[in-house]
């Protein structure tokens, strides 16, 4: 049975860091992409970032120049690196898997329980 177990949500202040784990297991066959979707209330689920099978990672542009996405193949683990955090950044974040690379598009197929990441202003 596919698992992805996820850490290092919590509180965090204006301008503070958090860190994202995700670490997968008991899949079949092998990982090609990881990414990480967001999910705010009174707003659709957004997918923040995702990394490729070759390591090429990509950003939502409400992201991009905070968040680093990254990840440790041969512990089937990805991190997200939350940096200068917003108050609308606050969300449930989830982790997700793909068997496909990631390439041209992302399609998770597997999901998280999801951690929550507040933001207070």
């Known amino acids: 049975q596919v698992q992805l177990v996820e850490s290092g949500g919590g509180w965090v202040q204006t301008g503070g860091s958090l860190r994202l784990s995700c670490a997968a297991s008991g899949s079949r066959f092998p990982i090609k992409a990881m990414g990480w979707y967001r999910q705010a209330p009174g707003r659709q689920r957004e997918l923040v970032a995702h990394i490729t099978s070759s390591g090429s990672p990509n950003y939502a542009g409400s992201v991009k120049g905070r968040f680093s996405i990254s990840r440790d193949n041969a512990n089937n683990t990805a991190y997200l690196q939350m940096n200068s955090l917003k108050p609308e950044d606050t969300a449930v974040y989830y982790c997700?898997?793909?068997?496909?690379?990631?390439?041209?598009?992302?399609?998770?197929?597997?999901w998280g329980q999801g951690a929550q990441v507040t933001v207070s202003s």
């Open positions: 997700t898997l793909s068997y496909y690379t990631g390439s041209r598009y992302y399609r998770p197929d597997f």
